[in-house]
């Protein structure tokens, strides 16, 4: 059961934003920019970040529809998103977003924890400061989102096709869209 | 030096804040939010609870900003700075509400992580007089601070160790909050490099 009296219905961070709208503007406002705005990194590559770090905060509900819209953008592709989580090193992504995905799990960890080698490993392999900026605000807003959605103790849902279903429409839509439109309804 | 080509002079998250316009509108929005919109704790003792968040994560300029914003808000006194110290060295002892004691033990099992929170922790929160509303501000101001420290520490910002620049910092977020804001304006404290 949720900590906090939520309306029911609605699993993961639905609650908390269905609860709070002030709040929930901004914080879909910042996962739309960073995860589908124009970016030299693919909303796949972004979506993958914020899998895995979500992942590492062992958040189920965050990891489950991330990967999920991480998966739908990269070709229903739910094997390669399963095996980033478990080890990107081996995964067969490119050498940029494996660097990427290192400065990701090292902010999850703590900020001070990216060292200057990380970054130039990120370098070599062609990242821009702005697609650096973008991988550690990603992190960070997800040891955010993570904290938000297990600290009030929220409902998610077991079943895989809820999630495929939610992130399809999620990549689709948007975060802005899809979120009004699942406030407005039930989550289904 | 900080790992990414910032605007100089800027110190902590300014720099970044001015980097990325886009990702700044919602933070700022978000904090606007948090920390200076209507609500039944007050300013300080928001301010407080991300003060504590960020010294449990060791991010040393943002607990001496919003340890300063929450100082001014009390009345910038030295005494007003010694309490923010001593909520940050062991808030138990300090001469702060038992509500808001509670809070920050909420506060700071979400910096550890989200599934720390016991319902115990809530209760105890609740017994205190603490509404739903205030637990869930509670839990996201923390949550959001997990953030900031990160994004301010893991881009290796600038955050030089100067108390008159946080004072001047302090002054400015206490009278102007966050939203709107021109990050690239100028410290007077910060001397031109």
Same mark, same amino acid.
């Given at each position: @059961?949720?900590?906090?009296?939520? !309306?029911?219905?609605?699993?993961?961070?639905?609650?908390? @934003?269905?609860?709070?709208?002030?709040?929930?503007? !901004?914080?879909?406002?910042?996962?739309?920019?960073?995860?589908?705005? !124009?970016?030299? +990194?693919? !909303?796949?590559?972004?979506?993958?970040?914020?899998? $895995?770090?979500?992942?590492?905060?062992?958040?189920?509900?965050?990891?489950?529809?991330?990967?999920?819209?991480?998966?739908?953008?990269?070709?229903?592709?739910?094997?390669?998103?399963?095996?980033?989580?478990?080890?990107?090193?081996?995964? &067969?992504?490119?050498?940029?977003?494996?660097?990427? +995905?290192?400065?990701?799990?090292?902010?999850?960890?703590?900020?001070?924890?990216?060292?200057?080698?990380?970054?130039?490993?990120?370098?070599?392999?062609?990242?821009?400061?702005?697609?650096?900026?973008?991988?550690?605000?990603?992190?960070?807003?997800?040891? @955010?989102?993570?904290?938000?959605?297990?600290?009030?103790?929220? +409902?998610?849902?077991?079943? &895989?096709?809820? $999630?495929?279903?939610?992130?399809?429409?999620?990549?689709?839509?948007?975060?802005?869209?899809?979120?009004?439109?699942?406030?407005?309804?039930? $989550?289904? | 030096?900080?790992?990414?080509?910032?605007?100089?002079?800027?110190?902590?998250?300014?720099?970044?804040?001015?980097?990325?316009?886009?990702?700044?509108?919602?933070?700022?929005? /978000?904090?606007?939010?948090?920390?200076?919109?209507?609500?039944?704790?007050?300013?300080?003792?928001?301010?407080?609870?991300?003060?504590?968040?960020?010294?449990?994560?060791?991010?040393?300029?943002?607990?001496?900003?919003?340890?300063?914003?929450?100082?001014?808000?009390?009345?910038?006194?030295?005494?007003?700075?010694?309490?923010? %110290?001593?909520?940050?060295?062991?808030?138990?002892?300090?001469?702060?509400?038992?509500?808001?004691?509670?809070?920050?033990?909420?506060?700071? #099992?979400?910096?550890?992580?989200?599934? /720390?929170?016991?319902?115990?922790?809530?209760?105890?929160?609740?017994?205190?007089?603490?509404?739903?509303?205030?637990?869930?501000?509670?839990?996201?101001?923390?949550?959001?601070?997990?953030?900031?420290?990160?994004?301010?520490?893991?881009?290796?910002?600038?955050?030089?160790?100067?108390?008159?620049?946080?004072?001047?910092?302090?002054?400015?977020?206490?009278?102007?909050?966050?939203?709107?804001? %021109?990050?690239?304006?100028?410290?007077?404290?910060?001397?031109? #490099?």
């Amino acid at each position: @059961m949720p900590h906090i009296q939520l !309306p029911e219905g609605m699993p993961g961070i639905l609650g908390p @934003m269905a609860f709070s709208p002030e709040t929930s503007k !901004p914080l879909n406002e910042l996962a739309e920019v960073l995860l589908r705005g !124009p970016n030299t +990194l693919t !909303p796949g590559e972004r979506e993958t970040i914020a899998t $895995y770090v979500s992942s590492e905060n062992d958040c189920f509900f965050c990891q489950t529809i991330h990967g999920a819209v991480a998966a739908h953008h990269l070709g229903n592709n739910e094997g390669l998103v399963k095996s980033i989580k478990k080890d990107f090193e081996a995964a &067969p992504v490119s050498d940029k977003l494996k660097a990427l +995905l290192a400065i990701a799990g090292k902010v999850q960890k703590g900020g001070k924890n990216v060292t200057g080698h990380d970054i130039a490993r990120a370098r070599k392999h062609g990242a821009t400061d702005k697609e650096i900026h973008d991988t550690v605000l990603i992190a960070s807003a997800f040891c @955010m989102y993570n904290r938000y959605v297990d600290g009030l103790a929220t +409902l998610a849902p077991d079943d &895989p096709e809820i $999630y495929r279903r939610n992130g399809k429409r999620l990549a689709e839509q948007g975060y802005i869209e899809s979120t009004a439109d699942q406030l407005q309804k039930q $989550y289904v | 030096m900080a790992h990414i080509e910032l605007p100089e002079g800027l110190p902590g998250i300014r720099g970044p804040l001015a980097y990325s316009p886009d990702t700044t509108r919602p933070l700022c929005d /978000l904090v606007e939010t948090l920390l200076y919109g209507p609500n039944t704790l007050t300013r300080a003792e928001r301010e407080m609870i991300a003060t504590y968040v960020s010294a449990e994560n060791d991010c040393y300029y943002c607990q001496t900003c919003h340890g300063s914003t929450a100082a001014q808000l009390l009345g910038g006194s030295p005494s007003d700075y010694q309490l923010i %110290d001593r909520i940050k060295n062991g808030y138990t002892s300090a001469p702060i509400s038992e509500k808001l004691k509670a809070l920050l033990v909420i506060a700071g #099992k979400v910096q550890m992580g989200g599934k /720390l929170v016991g319902s115990h922790d809530v209760e105890l929160a609740r017994t205190h007089g603490a509404t739903d509303k205030e637990i869930h501000d509670t839990v996201l101001i923390a949550a959001a601070f997990c953030m900031f420290n990160r994004y301010v520490d893991g881009l290796a910002t600038w955050q030089p160790h100067d108390p008159e620049m946080y004072r001047e910092i302090g002054e400015q977020t206490a009278r102007l909050g966050y939203a709107g804001r %021109d990050w690239k304006q100028p410290l007077k404290t910060v001397k031109g #490099k």
